[in-house]
């Protein structure tokens, strides 16, 4: 669920939706969802000063919450 979340909120942003690649590892209570993205779209990932990354983590920290899981969301280069 997670990860499908992602992968949505991501291919929205890029230019380039068909290179979003998502992955997630799950451990007992925390799950590490991976996102990676073309490298003329890193920056529309990111955005300014880091305000699109933090809001994504907002989005998963809440979504996280409410299946009782913690979550973290690494953005890969």
Known sequence: MLKE??????????????????SE???EQTSVIELRVAKEDLGKVIGKQGRTARAMR???SAASTKIRKRAVLEIIE
């Open 25 to 27: 590892l799950e451990g």
């Open 58 to 60: 907002t989005i998963l």
């Open 5 to 22: 979340l992602i992968e949505m909120i991501a291919k929205a942003l890029v230019d380039y939706p068909e290179q979003v690649e998502v």
